[in-house]
């Protein structure tokens, strides 16, 4: 199957600093990167759609200006988490389903722990 | 409000016996459905999908059934083993995207399978 790759695996930082998460389609073109974030025994929560080129789409109640997309090629989306504070404190996962419109391909995630 | 809801946190079952996962979903424009598996510290990994059009589909040991007029479905792994041990997904989308539309995640359910 397709690979994304997704860096940092875990991340820790302090109250107030951006944190960048990079998610990278090793082997396709990435049209369209959907960004999620899971709290401890909750679901996968999508956060936002992002599309190559483009502004990215919130979901409702998500900040845009707290959390930056960037998709500005085929291969590489990023989310920066900016001021971060404890409550962001997430896993956060990309996904894409590339040219397949049967399944999507997650990241690896990431831990982020802001202190 | 939980579109996708996944009632048994976890389950507990014999190597060799079947395994049972449900998901009942609310939102009537679900066309598609996935299942996917998760490992600790790792992003989710594709298992099977199915379309509304369909009421079952089978890979392997792996088979989804779809109940549309009980907005129900189901993951059958028989015969169970130690390494399907994991946390598994059940995920929706709507508007005839397949996966390429955003994705709604129900909470996961904890697979235990016990040599």
């Known amino acids: 199957g397709a690979v994304v790759s997704q860096h940092p695996s875990w991340v820790i930082c302090k109250s107030g600093t951006s944190v960048k998460i990079e998610c990278r389609s090793l082997?396709?073109?990435?049209?369209?990167m959907f960004w999620y974030r899971q709290f401890p025994k909750q679901s996968l929560m999508l956060m936002a759609t992002s599309n190559e080129g483009s502004k990215a789409t919130y979901e409702q109640g998500v900040e845009k200006d707290k959390f930056l997309i960037n998709h500005a090629s085929l291969t590489l989306s990023t989310l920066t988490v900016t001021s971060a504070h404890p409550e962001d404190s997430s896993f956060y996962i990309c996904?894409?389903?590339?040219?397949?419109?049967?399944?999507?391909?997650f990241g690896q995630g990431t831990r982020l722990t802001v202190v | 409000d939980q579109q996708v809801k996944q009632n048994s946190p976890s389950l507990s079952v014999q190597e060799g016996r079947i395994s049972i996962l449900n998901c009942d979903y609310t939102n009537s424009m679900f066309d598609y459905f996935l299942w996917y598996k998760k490992y600790p510290a790792e992003g989710p990994t594709f298992l099977i999908s199915?379309?509304?059009?369909?009421d079952k589909n089978e890979d392997g040991r792996f088979t989804v059934f779809l109940n549309k007029s009980a907005k129900h479905l189901s993951l059958h792994i028989v015969p169970s083993q130690p390494g399907d041990s994991a946390v598994y997904f059940c995920?929706?989308?709507?508007?005839?995207?397949?996966?390429?539309?955003?994705?709604?995640f129900g909470k996961g359910t904890l697979l235990t399978v016990n040599p």
């Open positions: 199915i379309s509304s059009i369909k």
């Open positions: 995920a929706a989308s709507a508007g005839s995207g397949g996966s390429n539309y955003k994705l709604t």
């Open positions: 996904s894409t389903s590339g040219d397949s419109n049967t399944e999507a391909f």
């Open positions: 082997d396709f073109q990435a049209t369209t």
